[in-house]
């Protein structure tokens, strides 16, 4: 499974942005659950939203009410959103994608390379 993260850049505080992240590799991506992470310059990775494979979503309380999370389920792929408003300086980090899948007797995890988001005027 790979996982590729998109979108990042460079904006004023008060904008938006949308990250995506591309799955490819299963043909059973409505199976998984997907994480969008965030991990600021000497903070620890934060968990900001997850989509369960039943369409399920949870945020952060740090991004409740600014961003939302999205998914669409291809054949072989997928891809998750992450629609970010009202972004605020503290939004800057690098973000991550992941996702996970039960097993017969584990659970497999799987990560983007993450991209960049920087808040700043």
């Known amino acids: 499974v790979q996982l590729v993260e998109s979108g990042g850049d460079l904006v004023q505080p008060g904008g938006s942005l949308r990250l995506s992240c591309a799955a490819s590799g299963d043909n059973n991506f409505n199976l998984y659950d997907f994480y969008w992470y965030r991990q600021a310059p000497e903070k620890r990775r934060e968990l900001i939203a997850t989509i369960t494979a039943g369409g399920s979503q949870y945020y952060g309380d740090s991004v409740k009410g600014r961003f939302s999370i999205s998914r669409e389920n291809g054949e072989g792929k997928a891809t998750v959103f992450l629609r970010m408003n009202s972004l605020e300086e503290e939004d800057t980090a690098v973000y991550y994608c992941?996702?996970?899948?039960?097993?017969?007797?584990?659970?497999?995890?799987?990560w983007g390379q993450g991209t960049q988001v920087t808040v700043s005027s």
């Open positions: 992941s996702a996970e899948v039960s097993g017969v007797r584990e659970r497999y995890s799987y």
